[in-house]
């Protein structure tokens, strides 16, 4: 009977799955493939500032970069949120397959505090994070052992120190132009594309302009006639009070043959020849103050025990010896009874 009520249940249970519709499959936030016609938007996002020498990150908007209208926290996953990632919305904004040259981003004056805030960020070797389509902007670099091969850095560093000709005073000067180069991967049948790549190639150029437009600014700096290329022999953009420093950007597409499910193989490849010495130290002092307490909290407990057993055994002896008095006191009682009733 028992048999014959669960086969009936069974079959309840499977002819109600085949009856119901089949469920949509789903991709976790962030990493579902994106297709992108051509003119789609594409929304360049900044993440922190991070550095691996003083392993201190800050917040993109710590410096005195370019501000959209509305700052707004833009993290897609939940792994963004757990390694403390701080990704926002930036003014750096273009089209699929739309190449632009030289667009200006913002002009921002610096002031003392925030020339002294760059100045210190370039001494850290800090570096600037970006993400677009999820993935993260890196800057090509040959290797350093002289091999022809090229590997990816990630991001890009804020600035640099370096000397005018002819003068030994060292200076400060501020990354403010960024080549962007977007690699897609294109299905040509439904002529949409999947972003494979985002590189860039930072510059710093002190920009020129006849007369400044805020509804459509322009510098002189740029070559109308050459697409994404600067006028040479320009003198890089001074980090230093009273400085005004003029953001811009080009972005150039180019089509690739690697497929979006391998996009990250070249990120997971890069290896970083850098020694990070202050985490090193800083994960050796952790792990002895860690040992240090533990063990000064086992010496503890052990000298407590030790101290207890040590005055517990005094009160054993005084117990047993007065044990044995009180038996000797019994054995005496016990006898002048027996006494007695003999005499009896």
Avoid at 17 to 23: E, F, M, N, Q, T
Avoid at 300 to 315: F, S
Wanted: hydrophobic share 35%; proline share 4%; aromatic share 12%.
């Amino acid at each position: 009977m028992g048999r014959t009520l669960t086969g009936r249940v069974a079959a309840i249970v499977f002819c109600f799955l085949l009856v119901i519709s089949p469920a949509n499959s789903f991709y976790l936030p962030g990493v579902a493939p994106r297709d992108f016609m051509r003119g789609d938007e594409l929304q360049v996002k900044v993440n922190k500032l991070s550095s691996t020498k003083t392993q201190l990150p800050y917040d993109f908007y710590y410096l005195k970069y370019c501000k959209p209208e509305k700052i707004k926290n833009v993290a897609e996953n939940l792994g963004e949120v757990l390694r403390g990632d701080r990704i926002e919305n930036s003014v750096y904004t273009f089209h699929m397959r739309d190449e632009k040259s030289c667009t200006v981003g913002c002009k921002v004056s610096l002031d003392a505090q925030a020339a002294k805030e760059f100045k210190e960020k370039i001494d850290d070797e800090y570096r600037v994070n970006m993400i677009l389509d999820n993935l993260p902007v890196a800057v090509l670099r040959q290797r350093r052992d002289g091999s022809p091969s090229t590997t990816y850095e990630h991001g890009f560093r804020v600035g640099f120190k370096g000397t005018y000709a002819g003068s030994k005073e060292e200076k400060y000067f501020i990354h403010n132009h960024l080549s962007f180069r977007v690699m897609y991967h294109s299905d040509p049948e439904t002529d949409s594309a999947r972003i494979v790549g985002f590189e860039v190639s930072p510059i710093s150029i002190n920009h020129e302009y006849k007369e400044w437009d805020e509804k459509d600014p322009k510098v002189a700096t740029c070559n109308p006639n050459t697409k994404n290329m600067i006028q040479g022999g320009a003198v890089p953009q001074e980090v230093d009070t009273d400085k005004e420093v003029i953001f811009t950007y080009d972005v150039t597409f180019k089509e690739s043959d690697i497929k979006w499910a391998s996009r990250w193989d070249t990120y997971l490849l890069m290896n970083d020849d850098q020694i990070h010495w202050f985490s090193i130290i800083n994960s050796l002092m952790i792990v002895l103050f860690l040992s240090g307490m533990v063990a000064m909290i086992m010496m503890r407990t052990l000298y407590r025990d030790i101290a207890n057993y040590n005055q517990l055994e005094p009160k054993m002896k005084l117990k047993k010896k007065q044990d044995g008095n009180l038996s000797m006191e019994m054995f005496s009682e016990r006898l002048q009874i027996l006494d007695c009733c003999v005499f009896i």
